[in-house]
């Protein structure tokens, strides 16, 4: 099995296994950065044990639509594809774009919130680098990253524009920066789009990604 098969299962038992939570053979991510959770091949029903209340929830990405568990309820489902970029990468050479830090992190939540790139937490900004592209001193357009499967892909995620501020590019340039980050760790950059939003699939073709495999985001909730 790749790792990326099974981005949230490898993340979490490989580079990113420091934000696990749970035990084996379910575990999930600390909620403060976002809901997503994977269990070992036959063990999800483990994965009802990872919720903590009502209102909670989890998110899987897996090879195909999951069936709920005992105690749990599926709240949303969505088709996937993942994409892969492994060429080189230059950094977009623009004075817009600012690297963003704790300070920003109000308006980069604000963004996230309105815009609804994934999920977003309270430390979803500690995943790794994030840029940003600031209009009247406002924050309109952010990128960065999330999942690391394996030591050599790094996730791009969290993209999105004010829609007031969208058709400049900002999402391409950005984009192209957090790529370029990539490629000086000596890493390759993937990603995942609703497999509907054709518009988003075409940039990111563009930006010199390639559809990998289709894949399957399970959202449980408790039933």
């Known amino acids: 099995m790749h790792p990326l098969d099974r981005p949230v299962w490898s993340a979490l038992n490989g580079p990113q296994s420091a934000l696990a939570q ?3 053979p379910a575990l999930r991510i600390d909620p403060a950065y976002g809901p997503f959770a994977a269990a070992a091949p036959g063990h999800e029903a ?3 044990g990872l919720l903590w209340d009502a209102d909670d929830e989890i998110w899987l990405i897996e090879g195909a639509i999951l069936s709920p568990p005992p105690g749990l309820a599926v709240r949303k489902e969505a088709h996937l594809v993942q994409m892969v970029a492994q060429g080189p ?5 623009d004075d817009d774009l600012v690297l963003l830090g704790e300070a920003d992190v109000p308006e980069m939540t604000s963004l996230a919130l309105a815009n609804r790139p994934g999920p977003w937490g309270p430390s979803t900004w500690r995943y790794g680098s994030f840029y940003g592209v600031r209009r009247e001193g406002r924050l309109v357009a952010m990128a960065g990253e999330r999942l690391r499967p394996t030591p050599g892909f790094v996730e791009v995620s969290g993209v999105c524009t004010d829609p007031a501020f969208r058709g400049q590019g900002f999402a391409a340039k950005l984009i192209r920066q957090v790529m370029a980050g990539h490629r000086a760790r000596g890493m390759a950059s993937f990603l995942h789009s609703y497999a509907d939003n054709a518009g988003a699939i075409a940039l990111y073709e563009a930006l010199g990604f390639t559809v990998r495999a289709e894949r399957y985001v399970t959202i449980f909730g408790k039933a």
């Open 89 to 93: 990468a230059g950094a977009a050479d």
């Open 46 to 48: 483990a994965l009802a």
């Open 22 to 24: 749970g035990t084996l």
